[in-house]
């Protein structure tokens, strides 16, 4: 256990200390009595639980640290109406004045004219931080349907009351009429009054004077105004929403107003996190759900990375792009191609699968967009179909994402999930006896990642004997093989073999094309024909 405690800086190195002497006895006493793998799991998981509560409370230190230095700055500005001071604040520096640093105002002015900008315009709350998981739901007034209490009640009923005590949820209410946000508050108040009581459920709405003026704001990336303002807005949204919870515990979730949970969400997120954690894998963001920004974990104590990256581009581009701007910031290498940026991204951005999130409306909030996307990984789905294929030797220099490689897809165990297909690239099936092929199908992509086929890609025959290769025929390669086949626009290659090529050593597909995407095999068939 000891090297959790060696990456921790000074500072957090003291409060670690004593919080382990408080958590080392009890833990001890588990472990020595019953020392199998599940206690010490839960061991790891309280040390990784009490390292991501100490990043939280660095935080708050940090921002209180702020607070005072922010202080003691007007002091000494003030100073020569109250000179004692200067001796208290002790520098002899104060006739150098410090470089100013840029803050939110540079960006967005309009905050200084109105003291209450940054104030919540309204809050119902009983006061609930220190907890594990942070919800945040943001909803808007819809024209068509409200799904916002159908969610807190799915929300709720998926959980055990254990988690309950963890949990806090905080529904924004993302309008400055205030009459309808207290008509949202007393609404959720009477259909949840023990929860309400509990202090599990918040609502908050931002003051009318944190928007700028959005009828003002400058069209982008060649969207229309409506969708420019919906999309810029709602980065401020989720800048304030975050804002405002990050004081409140250890992870953040954030959500949407019409969503379905699945059951013990909870614990599999916090499970998930703490486990990553004490592996020491340093994510930024854990994805639970495929649509958009729904069920994206942060840890509080870096919310701030992102609010203020919201805040600098929310004009600029919708909120989803500029998460994953984020982190292609942090991690990709302008020198080296798409695959190294994609491959360096996916170590700060984890995906736990399946999803334990799923849309419920299918009208989305920006009028007239049908929002039609669910997420295919929520429910029981077919992503791939097995067959029993003749016994061969399969390789293939497309490197496979985690454990979907080419060997279990053959074997019809998985899929093979490849990492950007290059030009050049084959996945070859060596026979160990040569076969006649009597039908071949290789279907690309899946339900649940449909584009991540084979694009330009054909299906090569290498014939056991050599004299029936007509080697100036254009359907034969350099090296030998007889192209006889190709992926279709739907992303499937599917054919016989002619019985005048004999029986087949080797078939491969070959890649032709550069690809934006990683490219799925979710079903392999290679029916061998009888010898004549
Ligand atoms: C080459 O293949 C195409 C289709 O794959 C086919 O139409 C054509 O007849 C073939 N040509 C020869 C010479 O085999
Ligand atoms: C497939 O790739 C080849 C080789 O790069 C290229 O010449 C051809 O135009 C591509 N075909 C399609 C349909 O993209």
Request: aromatic share 10%.
């Given at each position: 256990?000891?090297?959790?405690i060696?990456?921790?800086?000074?500072?957090?190195?003291?409060?670690?200390?004593?919080l382990?002497?408080?958590?080392?006895?009890?833990?001890?006493?588990?472990?020595?009595?019953?020392?199998?793998?599940?206690?010490?799991?839960n061991?790891?998981?309280?040390?990784?639980?009490?390292?991501?509560?100490?990043?939280?409370?660095?935080?708050k230190?940090?921002?209180?640290?702020?607070?005072?230095?922010?202080?003691s700055?007007?002091?000494?500005?003030?100073?020569?109406?109250?000179?004692?001071?200067?001796?208290?604040?002790?520098?002899?520096?104060?006739?150098?004045?410090s470089?100013?640093?840029?803050?939110?105002?540079?960006?967005?002015?309009?905050?200084?004219?109105?003291?209450?900008?940054?104030?919540p315009?309204?809050?119902?709350?009983?006061?609930?931080?220190?907890?594990?998981?942070?919800?945040?739901v943001p909803?808007?007034?819809?024209?068509?349907?409200?799904?916002?209490?159908?969610?807190?009640?799915?929300?709720?009923?998926?959980?055990?009351?254990?988690?309950?005590?963890?949990?806090?949820?905080?529904v924004?209410?993302?309008?400055t009429?205030?009459?309808?946000?207290?008509?949202?508050?007393?609404?959720?108040?009477?259909?949840?009054?023990?929860?309400?009581?509990?202090?599990?459920?918040?609502?908050?709405?931002p003051?009318?004077?944190y928007?700028?003026?959005?009828?003002?704001?400058?069209?982008?990336?060649?969207?229309?105004?409506?969708?420019?303002v919906?999309?810029?807005?709602?980065?401020?949204?989720f800048?304030?929403?975050?804002?405002?919870?990050?004081?409140?515990?250890?992870?953040?979730?954030?959500?949407?107003?019409?969503?379905?949970?699945k059951?013990?969400?909870?614990t599999?997120?916090?499970?998930?996190?703490?486990q990553?954690?004490?592996?020491?894998?340093?994510w930024?963001?854990?994805?639970?759900c495929?649509?958009?920004?729904?069920?994206?974990?942060?840890?509080?104590?870096?919310?701030?990375?992102?609010?203020?990256?919201?805040?600098?581009?929310?004009?600029?581009k919708?909120?989803?792009w500029?998460?994953?701007?984020?982190?292609?910031?942090?991690?990709?290498?302008?020198?080296?191609?798409s695959?190294?940026?994609?491959?360096?991204?996916?170590?700060?951005w984890?995906?736990?699968?399946?999803?334990?999130?799923?849309?419920?409306?299918?009208?989305s909030s920006l009028?007239?967009?049908?929002?039609?996307?669910?997420?295919?990984?929520?429910g029981?789905?077919?992503?791939?179909?097995?067959?029993?294929?003749?016994?061969?030797?399969?390789e293939?220099?497309?490197?496979?994402?985690?454990?979907?490689?080419?060997?279990k897809?053959y074997?019809?165990?998985?899929?093979f999930?490849?990492?950007?297909p290059?030009?050049?690239?084959?996945?070859?099936?060596?026979?160990?006896?040569?076969?006649?092929i009597?039908?071949?199908?290789?279907?690309?992509?899946?339900?649940?990642?449909?584009?991540?086929?084979?694009?330009?890609?054909?299906?090569?025959v290498?014939?056991?004997?050599?004299?029936?290769?007509?080697?100036n025929?254009?359907?034969?390669?350099?090296?030998?093989?007889?192209?006889?086949g190709?992926f279709?626009?739907?992303g499937?290659?599917?054919?016989?073999?002619?019985?005048?090529?004999?029986?087949?050593?080797?078939?491969?597909?070959?890649?032709?094309?550069?690809?934006d995407?990683?490219?799925?095999?979710?079903?392999?068939?290679?029916?061998?024909?009888?010898?004549?």
């Open positions: 256990m000891m090297p959790h060696i990456t921790l800086t000074s500072t957090r190195k003291r409060c670690f200390v004593i382990l002497a408080i958590l080392i006895p009890c833990t001890i006493f588990n472990f020595v009595s019953f020392p199998d793998m599940r206690e010490e799991t061991l790891q998981n309280g040390i990784a639980e009490l390292q991501a509560k100490l990043e939280h409370l660095h935080a230190y940090i921002s209180s640290q702020e607070e005072i230095n922010l202080l700055h007007q002091l000494a500005e003030n100073s020569h109406i109250l000179p004692d001071l200067q001796f208290l604040i002790g520098n002899g520096t104060s006739n150098i004045s470089i100013k640093l840029p803050s939110i105002y540079n960006f967005l002015p309009h905050f200084l004219d109105d003291p209450n900008s940054l104030r315009a309204f809050v119902q709350s009983k006061g609930r931080s220190g907890v594990s998981m942070v919800l945040g909803t808007v007034k819809r024209e068509v349907q409200s799904y916002l209490l159908a969610t807190l009640k799915n929300l709720l009923d998926r959980m055990t009351p254990a988690e309950t005590t963890d949990t806090l949820i905080i924004m209410v993302a309008e009429d205030l009459e309808y946000v207290t008509y949202v508050a007393k609404q959720i108040e009477v259909q949840f009054p023990k929860e309400s009581e509990s202090g599990i459920i918040e609502v908050i709405s003051s009318s004077s928007y700028p003026d959005l009828t003002k704001i400058r069209d982008t990336l060649g969207d229309d105004h409506q969708r420019v919906w999309r810029s807005k709602q980065n401020l949204d800048a304030f929403l975050m804002s405002y919870a990050q004081t409140k515990g250890t992870f953040y979730i954030q959500l949407e107003d019409d969503i379905l949970a059951k013990n969400f909870i599999t997120m916090k499970s998930f996190a703490l990553k954690i004490s592996m020491k894998e340093h930024f963001v854990l994805d639970f495929q649509l958009g920004f729904i069920g994206k974990m942060f840890k509080c104590s870096e919310l701030p990375w992102l609010v203020q990256f919201f805040l600098m581009f929310y004009n600029d919708p909120v989803d500029l998460l994953d701007h984020l982190i292609s910031t942090k991690m990709c290498n302008l020198d080296k191609d695959k190294h940026c994609k491959m360096a991204k996916a170590r700060l984890l995906h736990y699968k399946p999803s334990l999130f799923q849309h419920i409306g299918t009208h009028k007239g967009k049908v929002q039609k996307l669910k997420d295919k990984q929520f029981k789905i077919t992503l791939y179909y097995g067959h029993d294929n003749p016994d061969a030797t399969v293939t220099h497309i490197k496979p994402y985690k454990q979907y490689t080419l060997q897809a074997k019809g165990e998985s899929f999930w490849g990492l950007l290059q030009p050049g690239d084959h996945l070859r099936f060596k026979f160990t006896q040569p076969i006649f009597k039908r071949y199908l290789f279907r690309s992509g899946n339900a649940e990642h449909p584009s991540d086929r084979f694009y330009n890609t054909t299906v090569e290498m014939p056991e004997n050599q004299r029936y290769v007509n080697k025929s254009v359907n034969v390669t350099e090296d030998g093989y007889v192209i006889i190709r279709d626009a739907m499937i290659a599917q054919g016989t073999v002619d019985r005048k090529y004999g029986k087949i050593s080797v078939l491969r597909l070959t890649v032709h094309s550069e690809s995407n990683w490219a799925i095999l979710s079903e392999i068939y290679i029916v061998e024909d009888e010898p004549s």
